[in-house]
């Protein structure tokens, strides 16, 4: 069995001020790292365009609407927030971002491939229901995991966000949905403000581990062994994970100090209690990382990792 590459060139359309953290390069760097011979059992997949009322499932019709009209037809770009952009390639961007969750889901589902990498752009975590915000449009593994739900019958479902930033948005999907679990670790105080231990969600369904700024390895590894812990409680049918690579060292918009081994650690602890509880089924989905070696360096561990737990499922 193998790890799947999920992406598709539209993600390189959606277009942000010059000097904003959130570029296209942030991608290519991404995808250039992947293109090393290292990585060359990596089965590529060009991700379709998901459907709306897959994005319609979690966010509301009123409000995906709005942001189609709002998107410019020029070469400007329309400001939602301090932070969050629309331009004329945005739309596509995002529909294939979500696509490539979701035609990631159904692979590993079908059993083509053990696990999969979707390097996509705009991110989507922070997405609240009718809110785009912290450069995310909607929430990419939010309707990932009701795809799963819905199309595949699942009754339970996981989402470990490890993202240096609240995952605000997925956790405020998930609260609604007691098929769903939330685990996040992330540095606090930080952007969006929220994420304290006491947010467990009206199912205690949703686990936040907050660090202080300055926390290394030694912090993330006890935080990601509690996750561990209440994943196997848990016990989801399939794993999702928010891949955020900011919390690297050298990331320049947060404070935490963790190294492209820890990526690999956690990583390898999430696929082997995947493969402990639910076949192995892991689709994880770019998130942020600003600064662009260490993002691409960071996501090579990372889908080192995955396509580690393939080999091993391969020669069982």
């Avoid at 590529?44 to 979690?58: C, P, R």
């Amino acid at each position: 069995m193998y790890t799947g590459l999920f992406t598709h060139d539209a993600c390189m359309l959606h277009v942000t001020p010059e000097g904003h953290p959130e570029q296209a390069t942030r991608l290519s760097a991404v995808l250039n790292a992947l293109n090393k011979p290292e990585f060359e059992d990596l089965l590529y997949f060009t991700s379709k365009a998901a459907h709306l009322d897959s994005i319609y499932a979690v966010h509301p019709k009123t409000f995906i609407d709005f942001l189609h009209s709002s998107v410019p037809q020029n070469e400007r770009l329309l400001s939602i927030d301090p932070d969050t952009y629309l331009s004329q390639g945005s739309w596509l961007a995002a529909l294939h971002s979500s696509g490539a969750v979701i035609d990631a889901i159904d692979a590993v589902m079908a059993r083509n491939i053990t696990n999969a990498f979707c390097a996509i752009r705009p991110p989507g975590h922070h997405a609240e229901p009718t809110t785009s915000m912290g450069f995310c449009l909607w929430n990419h593994i939010a309707i990932g995991a009701h795809h799963a739900r819905m199309k595949h019958d699942l009754q339970r479902v996981a989402i470990i966000d490890f993202d240096v930033h609240h995952g605000n948005g997925t956790q405020k999907i998930c609260e609604k949905d007691p098929g769903l679990f939330y685990a996040s670790v992330h540095e606090m105080p930080l952007y969006p403000g929220s994420g304290y231990p006491d947010e467990h969600g009206p199912w205690h369904q949703c686990l936040n581990i907050p660090l202080s700024p300055g926390s290394g390895s030694a912090e993330f590894r006890a935080a990601m062994k509690i996750i561990g812990q209440e994943i196997i409680h848990f016990a989801p049918e399939f794993l999702l994970i928010s891949a955020g690579f900011d919390a690297h060292e050298k990331d320049p918009l947060a404070t935490l100090n963790l190294r492209d081994d820890d990526f690999y650690w956690a990583t390898n602890m999430l696929t082997d209690i995947a493969s402990e509880i639910c076949n192995g089924r892991i689709v994880s989905s770019l998130e942020g990382g600003y600064d662009e070696s260490a993002l691409a360096s960071a996501v090579g561990s990372h889908v080192r990792a995955l396509m580690h737990a393939s080999s091993k499922e391969t020669s069982t």
